[in-house]
């Protein structure tokens, strides 16, 4: 398995606080990405890096901030979470983009609710 | 914007039967990749299958196989001899050929029972 890991895997915590989720790996590999689970919905992305200190906008990134200090850590951030924000987060990484092999890995998850 | 649509919520086999999940998708693009991930109770992401759209044969892996219909822009995934460990949510994804390859387009999943 490779080696990704998401901290916390459970948060509970309520609405207007911030609330920072980690993922840290142990790849180094280049692209780390933030997806949100919801019923009904499937994995959406939030953001994503393309290096240290770059990022990008994905699908759903209103409410969220990222930041990538290191090669290893991608932090991703509610400034001030909302029900809504109630979700499973997903961390990806990633080597070289496109290309013809897929080696795209997965964390196992963060559970995050806002009360 | 390309979309991904999964028409089957929910889907139920018998073990050792065959049952086929439908994916259709909407791009502009000629060259993208397709993939089927299974996600068991346990929440891990796992890659099935993938299927490059320039490539006309339907790729396999063991019990799981494609029916890619470029034309028709529908990717089904069919899954042979279904045994226990099936059991799970299975999505389907497109992402364009020139992008990153985390910047995929996901449908909304079918659940898989699979009955002894």
């Known amino acids: 398995d490779a080696g990704i890991t998401q901290s916390p895997r459970h948060k509970v915590t309520e609405t207007g606080t911030p609330v920072t989720l980690r993922c840290h790996q142990t790849e180094n590999h280049r692209y780390m990405y933030w997806y949100r689970q919801d019923p009904g919905h499937g994995l959406r992305l939030i953001h994503y890096s393309y290096g240290v200190k770059d990022t990008d906008k994905g699908e759903v990134s209103d409410g969220y901030s990222v930041s990538r200090s290191k090669t290893e850590d991608f932090l991703l951030t509610l400034e001030s979470a909302t029900s809504s924000q109630t979700s499973v987060y997903f961390c990806?990484?990633?080597?070289?983009?496109?290309?013809?092999?897929?080696?795209?890995?997965f964390g196992s998850g963060t559970q995050l609710s806002v009360l | 914007a390309q979309t991904v649509t999964q028409s089957q919520p929910e889907m139920s086999v018998q073990e050792a039967e065959t049952v086929t999940l439908s994916c259709t998708y909407d791009t502009s693009e000629s060259d993208y990749y397709l993939f089927w991930y299974k996600q068991p109770p346990s929440r891990q992401m796992i890659l099935v299958i993938r299927?490059?759209?320039?490539?006309?044969q339907n790729a396999t892996e063991n019990r799981f196989s494609v029916n890619f219909q470029k034309a028709a822009k529908s990717f089904s995934l069919k899954i042979s001899d279904s045994q226990l460990g099936d059991a799970a949510m299975y999505f389907c994804a497109y992402r364009d050929y020139g992008g990153s390859q985390g910047n995929l387009i996901f449908g909304k999943g079918t659940k898989l029972s699979v009955k002894p």
């Open positions: 990806a990484i990633s080597e070289a983009p496109g290309g013809s092999g897929e080696k795209l890995f």
């Open positions: 299927q490059e759209a320039y490539k006309q």
